[in-house]
């Protein structure tokens, strides 16, 4: 359908690494996308983001129709030239941030109509809709556009909600159309029922797309539940494409769906995280607002290479997050996220060299392990 091409180069178990080739860049998988949800990944730089090892950015279809709005991004060169990103980009459809932050919401056949949380406006988001503003963006991949399954929920309610979002995705199919260069992802719904994910992936097959996202998990149900829904629902999507787990999540969620056969990732966390004084490590988050730091002349992360971990001591950090001055969030953010692709990196080379096993026992133990003891 376009000229976007996956090859997996290694696999062990379910685990896989390969590569996502479009033609603004290659995306090594597995990957994690950070998120720049109205067209800024926040506290960071394009080019600084680039340099914690990101091939792709996520942008949110909701959020920027309604602020500046498609039609300005696409007179202003799209969504690349407008933020100063040139390489990939996939945009969400919009359909999640309908049903969590849209007011007054009317699902229908057609669509959803909501009014805009920002100033109370009122919109339809629809197969057609959301196809047409990912266009004027001019996203590199699209998501299809579905309703997102709530948890918890009856299984007739997931299914109803499932069956829905299938017809959305044969739409959503023909409203894109053939746009070589561009690709499309169905997104997999069906709650935490085998038999209706197992549905859900033939209509998604019957239809064909380039890439497939299991949507529906990370929204309450807890890690063992959406580790045992992986466990059964990415055998049922297609191995020569892509598989994108939407919102995913903490490291340890990130690994242990890697090892479920998960390529693609995004979440909000690391950045969010950063700017709300916490940082990720090898040996678990730390809250640099905890006044144990405020003397420490040792870096966050001593084995990692970001500026903040480089040239900036956990006293400092502690010292500018407790003075709220910016500064704070964008060394934290710059470091979380150069953690986050230095794991992607880290279970790349694990699975190219038959090491992932291995790969995961040790990341699981030194996470477990705890933060390195304060200054006596």
Not at 28 to 42: C, I, W
């Amino acid at each position: 359908m376009t000229d976007i091409r996956f090859s997996l180069h290694a696999t062990e178990g379910k685990a896989r690494t390969g590569v996502l080739s479009t033609p603004r860049g290659n995306i090594r998988t597995p990957a994690f996308m950070p998120v720049g949800t109205a067209a800024t990944v926040k506290a960071m730089l394009p080019g600084s983001v680039r340099e914690t090892g990101a091939d792709i950015l996520l942008g949110n279809t909701y959020h920027l129709m309604l602020r500046p709005g498609a039609p300005r991004i696409e007179r202003l060169g799209g969504l690349h030239g407008f933020m100063n990103w040139e390489r990939p980009i996939l945009t969400d459809s919009g359909g999640f941030q309908v049903m969590s932050l849209a007011k007054l919401r009317k699902l229908t056949e057609e669509g959803v109509t909501f009014q805009s949380h920002i100033d109370g406006s009122k919109h339809l988001l629809s197969p057609e809709t959301s196809m047409e503003i990912q266009r004027q963006l001019g996203s590199d991949i699209v998501m299809s556009f579905d309703e997102c399954t709530p948890f918890p929920c009856t299984r007739d309610e997931a299914a109803t909600s499932m069956q829905l979002s299938m017809r959305w995705a044969e739409r959503s199919r023909a409203a894109f159309g053939e746009r070589p260069g561009h690709a499309l992802f169905g997104i997999q719904q069906g709650g935490v029922h085998e038999d209706l994910r197992a549905e859900s992936a033939a209509a998604l097959r019957e239809i064909g797309f380039d890439g497939y996202a299991v949507g529906g998990l990370a929204v309450g149900e807890g890690q063992d539940l959406m580790f045992s829904t992986l466990d059964h629902c990415v055998g049922h999507l297609p191995e020569d494409r892509p598989r994108y787990l939407m919102g995913v999540g903490k490291p340890e969620d990130i690994v242990g769906a890697v090892a479920r056969g998960i390529d693609m990732f995004d979440c909000v966390m690391p950045s969010r995280s950063g700017r709300t004084g916490q940082g990720f490590t090898p040996r678990g988050p730390v809250n640099i607002r905890n006044a144990r730091h405020a003397d420490d002349p040792r870096p966050l992360d001593a084995t990692c290479d970001c500026p903040c971990c480089t040239d900036y001591s956990r006293a400092y950090l502690h010292h500018v997050h407790r003075s709220q001055e910016i500064i704070a969030s964008m060394l934290l953010t710059w470091h979380n996220l150069r953690y986050y692709q230095r794991l992607m990196q880290g279970l790349r080379d694990a699975i190219a060299t038959g090491d992932f096993t291995g790969f995961a026992a040790r990341f699981d133990e030194e996470r477990l392990s705890g933060d390195i003891e304060p200054l006596a």
